[in-house]
């Protein structure tokens, strides 16, 4: 059976269909936009070594709301009313090209988010956060030729994209596979440092980021054997839910893996934070407070060390001597 490949952008769409796609539209930028706040307000929940997850998560929930607010627009201006149906015209397909430019910068961001709590360190996280975000940006960006350029330039002479839609799908599912390898390898490497608690919250993240990702390419193919605006409908809808799930719902479970990494180290001795950490109710550790003064081992007083050398330094004039030293002298 030959499939021809259709454009969900150029399908008209009954009311019921046009209302639906809005309403999911319009729920998952007001989700993401409280996910922005609440990660701005809960920030410093986090210690410093872990804070790139939340600079991490700011970043995806900032872009991907401003993202959907365009969207919005861009559908509510896309279609015009004709009798019974809301019939696309030449900006219909803002709604479906933008998410790609959102994913070309989210998605990255979500595999550093990811990254900023595994336990690796130096060259080793550097190497791994820099092809995982690598390989996530050439998926979208490939799947973009794929989705939306190669359909409109065969679809403006009346040909069928089928082929080329497979063929860069089939390349955005490499760089899947290695954004997927590089993660999962970067996350079982952890867990043997990890505390079991940590471990189990980490595994979980991951899981549900990597399920969420499996829904964009089931989207993606829709256009080779989908057809009508109940298909266009559809992948509205479950692009919506995935990018809250992913961006909203990973985010948040990252964050607590965070949290409860930071509360270990405040418990262990190795960080401090000016908080108690609290997560589902439940006390993870006390404010951890810097110690004032830090000695060397036996020692009393901290030994005087000489000022570094300072060649454009002038000489500071001499202190004349007070009374009592004069006369202790002259004794």
């Not at 539209?25 to 809960?42: E, H, K, Q, Y």
């Not at 994913?103 to 990254?115: H, K």
């Not at 899947?176 to 390898?181: A, G, Q, S, Y």
Request: neutral net charge; proline residues 4%; contains cysteine.
């Amino acid at each position: 059976m030959a499939f021809t490949s259709f454009t969900p952008w150029s399908a008209s769409l009954s009311q019921p269909e046009y209302l639906l796609t809005l309403y999911f539209i319009v729920v998952a930028a007001l989700a993401l936009l409280t996910g922005f706040f609440r990660t701005l307000v809960t920030q410093r929940e986090v210690g410093a070594h872990f804070r790139p997850a939340t600079v991490a998560r700011l970043a995806v929930t900032a872009v991907a709301t401003v993202s959907y607010a365009v969207i919005l627009v861009g559908f509510l201006n896309g279609y015009d009313r004709v009798g019974a149906l809301y019939v696309p015209n030449d900006g219909a397909i803002i709604s479906f090209a933008l998410r790609y430019m959102d994913w070309s910068i989210t998605v990255p961001l979500l595999t550093i988010e990811l990254m900023a709590v595994v336990t690796f360190t130096g060259a080793r996280i550097r190497r791994a956060r820099f092809i995982a975000a690598g390989a996530a940006l050439l998926m979208i960006f490939t799947g973009f030729l794929g989705a939306i350029i190669v359909p409109s330039e065969v679809g403006a002479v009346g040909g069928d994209a089928t082929a080329g839609l497979l063929l860069w799908g089939g390349i955005s599912c490499v760089f899947w596979i290695v954004t997927n390898v590089v993660l999962i390898r970067a996350v079982r490497a952890s867990f043997d440092e990890l505390t079991p608690a940590s471990a189990q919250l980490l595994r979980t993240a991951t899981v549900l980021l990597l399920s969420g990702w499996a829904l964009y390419p089931i989207v993606y193919i829709i256009q080779v054997f989908g057809n009508g605006g109940a298909w266009a409908t559809a992948m509205q809808i479950t692009l919506c839910v995935a990018d809250v799930v992913v961006k909203i719902g990973f985010g948040t479970l990252i964050h607590r893996v965070a949290k409860l990494r930071t509360a270990e180290d405040v418990r262990a001795g190795r960080d401090v934070h000016p908080e108690s950490i609290w997560i589902s109710s439940v006390k993870q550790s006390d404010a951890g407070l810097a110690r004032e003064v830090y000695l060397a081992e036996g020692a009393a007083v901290h030994a005087r060390r000489a000022r570094p050398p300072m060649g454009a330094a002038v000489p500071a004039a001499p202190q004349p001597a007070d009374e009592g030293s004069e006369s202790s002298s002259d004794d």
